[in-house]
């Protein structure tokens, strides 16, 4: 769908390196292919994160509307609801708000690194803060003892950017309200598909979440993942070295499977991957299929 929208939306476009891109999606080429094919120069570059980001935020404003009117549901709240007894990490290479909105309908706090009401501004130490709490409920000796603690939570890292993340005035922001006004499309902080994602996943803000993503990879003791196809060198490494090396538990559920998840199957005992096969579900461990 975005590659069809980047097409129409971009049809006046008429540089030689607009037309190679082209090409490659008229031809079924998928976009993350096409744009590493093609790396985009800093020009075509920034008119791709416009269109990307304005049409993203067009969707998300759909679902937002609908999902709050009670129109339609996002099923992924069924597995934050399911999780809600613990702390639930949740990275996401996605630029939508739909965690933050069932998060919000499910009355869960949600760390996404930035703190505020309306303009948040991005703080990871004051939004730790802001969800731990005193118990006073624990009474020893008879006397009441006050027990520091964090508030069960989901912890969210958006390691390619948001649909309401912008640059403005030098400052970082998180503002849904920007979002909404395509006047602001050039200030926003969005990494595009493609090779050039790599690079810029290590400018800020990106480098920061993707580190603090990392950390939590490394003491994550189990793994789901969602659609995932494994294109993400920032933060598949390490996820990958806890899969292999580590032999941590993990389940892939994806309608089809990547080259790079197939290859993972053979080195991980105790990786399962869920996905479509023909008209059925597959089951797959190892060189087992059910």
């Given at each position: 769908?975005?590659?069809?929208?980047?097409?129409?939306?971009?049809?006046?476009?008429?540089?030689a390196e607009?037309?190679?891109?082209?090409?490659?999606?008229?031809?079924?080429?998928?976009l993350?292919?096409a744009?590493?094919n093609?790396p985009?120069g800093?020009?075509?570059n920034?008119?791709?994160?416009q269109?990307?980001?304005?049409?993203i935020?067009?969707?998300?404003?759909?679902?937002?509307n609908?999902?709050?009117?009670?129109?339609?549901a996002i099923?992924?709240?069924?597995?934050i609801?399911?999780?809600?007894?613990?702390?639930?990490?949740?990275?996401?290479p996605?630029?939508?708000?739909?965690v933050?909105?069932?998060?919000?309908?499910?009355?869960i706090?949600?760390?996404?690194?930035?703190v505020?009401?309306?303009?948040?501004?991005?703080?990871?130490?004051?939004?730790?803060r802001?969800?731990?709490?005193?118990?006073s409920?624990v009474?020893?000796?008879?006397?009441r003892?006050?027990?520091p603690?964090?508030?069960?939570?989901?912890?969210?890292?958006?390691?390619?950017?948001?649909?309401?993340?912008?640059?403005?005035?030098?400052?970082?922001?998180?503002?849904?309200?920007?979002?909404?006004?395509?006047?602001f499309?050039?200030?926003?902080?969005?990494?595009?598909?493609?090779?050039?994602?790599?690079?810029?996943?290590?400018?800020d803000?990106?480098i920061?979440?993707?580190e603090?993503?990392n950390?939590?990879?490394?003491?994550?003791k189990?793994f789901?993942?969602?659609?995932?196809g494994?294109?993400?060198?920032?933060?598949?490494?390490?996820?990958?070295?806890?899969?292999?090396?580590?032999?941590?538990?993990?389940?892939?559920?994806?309608?089809?499977?990547?080259?790079?998840?197939?290859?993972l199957?053979?080195?991980?005992?105790?990786?399962w991957?869920?996905?479509?096969?023909?008209?059925?579900?597959?089951?797959?461990?190892?060189?087992?299929?059910?």
């Amino acid at each position: 769908d975005l590659a069809d929208h980047l097409l129409k939306d971009l049809h006046d476009n008429t540089s030689a390196e607009w037309k190679k891109i082209r090409n490659d999606l008229q031809n079924k080429i998928g976009l993350e292919t096409a744009l590493s094919n093609n790396p985009p120069g800093e020009s075509l570059n920034n008119e791709i994160i416009q269109n990307v980001g304005r049409y993203i935020s067009n969707k998300d404003r759909e679902v937002r509307n609908g999902y709050f009117n009670g129109d339609i549901a996002i099923p992924v709240e069924r597995l934050i609801n399911y999780f809600r007894s613990e702390t639930l990490t949740i990275i996401t290479p996605n630029y939508d708000c739909l965690v933050e909105y069932c998060c919000d309908k499910l009355k869960i706090p949600c760390n996404t690194g930035f703190v505020g009401y309306f303009r948040k501004t991005r703080d990871f130490e004051r939004a730790e803060r802001e969800i731990e709490y005193i118990d006073s409920s624990v009474i020893v000796k008879g006397k009441r003892r006050l027990i520091p603690k964090t508030a069960l939570h989901a912890k969210l890292f958006k390691v390619h950017g948001s649909i309401d993340w912008f640059e403005v005035n030098n400052k970082i922001v998180s503002d849904m309200s920007l979002a909404d006004n395509d006047s602001f499309d050039n200030k926003r902080l969005i990494i595009p598909p493609g090779y050039e994602k790599y690079s810029n996943a290590f400018h800020d803000p990106f480098i920061e979440f993707i580190e603090k993503a990392n950390d939590s990879v490394r003491s994550g003791k189990s793994f789901l993942m969602i659609g995932y196809g494994f294109n993400d060198d920032p933060i598949e490494g390490t996820l990958v070295k806890r899969l292999v090396e580590d032999e941590k538990p993990g389940i892939i559920i994806t309608k089809g499977l990547s080259e790079k998840a197939r290859e993972l199957l053979s080195d991980c005992p105790n990786l399962w991957v869920v996905s479509q096969k023909n008209s059925a579900t597959v089951i797959q461990n190892g060189e087992s299929e059910y």
